[in-house]
């Protein structure tokens, strides 16, 4: 595979951004090699600078749940840059894609725009604690929710601990705020709420969680979350930056049919420009700023070519059966993938929901907690993952990221790198590890 025009490109780039990139998976550096500059994509497709051309699974993180530069998407997008990129002024397009979500999202009732999915979680967290005049959070070792001070937060070590800070510069005082507990953890939840609960404005979990592999819970962890919360008069906060219009127009939320209070969005409605939101029933909703007193604001919230792209997206999500054929395409794409590993009894799982997988090494039963993952299994993500590239797939390039299938996926590319995966899966596999 020719890399030299990349490799160039990363080199100039180390100069000029710390570690070369604009966020920090994008380098690379838990797998092979150096990042490849993508310079086109269309469809399921991707092709970097020097003209290698890959079937995506990264789908740039989750939001291109139709593929790259979907026709309808640009069209809208073009239709809209048009008449101007931004005006800070209220848009026709913010009602639309506004009428377009809560009309066919019957758990919120109001929804705020922001331009990422850490300005959602941010902003959310401060409505929780505005709405309920308390200050501390409760969050899940193994989910992420952006990179805002008091959810960049580790476990310590034991059942129920504050958070320790997972990035520097983070205050104390902010991390001491965050109580962190172990995923389907039932007694942890319990013993935190007890302890915390009077202190505690709201729970905050990935309703999937798939950013430290994908970690499915069971639903009724989800329920007695919820029953919990209520008990406690603790607000739940549906973090669906990647499950939200993923898995189902209503997300997780839809999904296992648990109410939270506050839900958090991103990706997805944004059809890859930068978006994010947040939404909630109206009494909640009306806390926010100018309704209410806890302040949010945004200089390019709810812009223009943003929401336009989100209306395509989202109009084309709510086709009938839509997400009825996403989820058995990918099923058609697993499912040999899946007796290939089991006939060869090969070290590894599938893990998926909808559209979404995972390759979970070295794990002997369903993996719902971080802390059953062993990190040395990741090599074997690493050789995966260059062998895929040389043979024209790109994954996400971390073994604790999760693949994404779009709609733009044919049945005929995903059997073929179906084949392919089995081929360097027992490659791998059976090289000394
Ligand atoms: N929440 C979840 C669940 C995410 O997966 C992400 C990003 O991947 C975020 C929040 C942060 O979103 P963004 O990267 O748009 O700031």
């Known amino acids: 595979m020719k890399q030299e025009r990349s490799k160039r490109?990363?080199?100039?780039?180390?100069?000029?951004?710390?570690?070369?990139?604009s966020s920090p998976v994008r380098a690379f550096r838990s797998v092979h090699g150096t990042p490849l500059f993508i310079a086109s994509g269309k469809g399921s497709h991707i092709t970097d600078e020097d003209g290698n051309t890959f079937l995506d699974f990264c789908c740039s993180w989750g939001p291109l749940i139709h593929g790259h530069a979907d026709d309808r998407v640009i069209k809208a997008v073009s239709d809209a840059l048009q008449k101007g990129t931004s005006f800070g002024t209220p848009t026709k397009f913010e009602n639309a894609l506004a009428k377009l979500i809560l009309s066919n999202h019957p758990y919120v009732e109001q929804i705020r725009f922001v331009s990422s999915g850490t300005e959602a979680v941010m902003s959310a967290i401060r409505l929780?604690?505005?709405?309920?005049?308390?200050?501390?959070?409760?969050?899940?070792?193994?989910?992420?929710?952006?990179?805002?001070?008091?959810?960049?937060?580790k476990a310590g070590s034991g059942l129920v601990t504050f958070g320790e800070t997972s990035s520097?510069?983070?205050?104390?005082?902010?991390?001491?705020?965050?109580?962190?507990?172990?995923?389907?953890?039932?007694?942890?939840?319990?013993?935190a709420l007890d302890m915390y609960g009077a202190d505690t404005a709201c729970v905050i979990i990935e309703p999937v969680p798939a950013n430290n592999g994908l970690l499915l819970q069971r639903p009724a962890f989800l329920q007695s979350l919820r029953a919990a919360c209520t008990k406690h008069k603790v607000l739940l906060l549906f973090d669906e930056v990647i499950s939200g219009f993923r898995i189902g127009f209503t997300g997780a939320t839809g999904y296992y049919d648990v109410q939270p209070d506050i839900i958090t969005l991103g990706k997805i409605i944004g059809g890859g420009l930068p978006v994010g939101a947040f939404a909630a029933n109206k009494e909640i909703m009306q806390c926010i700023s100018p309704a209410g007193a806890v302040y949010q604001?945004?200089?390019?919230?709810?812009?223009p070519l943003s929401m336009s792209a989100g209306i395509a997206q989202l109009e084309a999500c709510l086709t009938s059966g839509f997400y009825t054929e996403l989820e058995n395409k990918t099923d058609r794409f697993l499912q040999p993938i899946k007796?290939?590993?089991?006939?060869?009894?090969?070290?590894?799982?599938?893990q998926h929901i909808g559209s979404i997988f995972w390759f979970a090494f070295e794990a002997k039963e369903a993996i719902r907690r971080a802390d059953q993952i062993d990190p040395s299994s990741m090599r074997y993500f690493k050789e995966m993952h260059s062998a895929l590239l040389e043979r024209g797939i790109y994954l996400g390039p971390s073994g604790y990221e999760v693949g994404f299938v779009s709609s733009a996926h044919s049945d005929a590319e995903l059997a073929d790198a179906a084949h392919t995966i089995m081929e360097v899966l027992s490659l791998i596999c059976s090289e000394a590890h």
């Not at 490109?9 to 990139?21: I, Y």
């Not at 983070?170 to 172990?182: H, L, M, N, S, Y």
């Open 9 to 21: 490109l990363f080199e100039e780039a180390l100069e000029l951004f710390p570690g070369g990139v």
């Open 339 to 350: 007796q290939h590993i089991q006939k060869e009894d090969l070290p590894l799982r599938i």
């Open 297 to 303: 604001a945004g200089t390019l919230s709810g812009n």
């Open 168 to 191: 520097k510069g983070i205050p104390k005082a902010i991390a001491d705020e965050t109580i962190v507990i172990g995923l389907d953890a039932e007694d942890a939840l319990h013993t």
């Open 128 to 153: 929780a604690r505005g709405y309920t005049g308390k200050n501390k959070i409760i969050k899940f070792e193994g989910c992420y929710h952006g990179h805002s001070d008091g959810l960049l937060v």
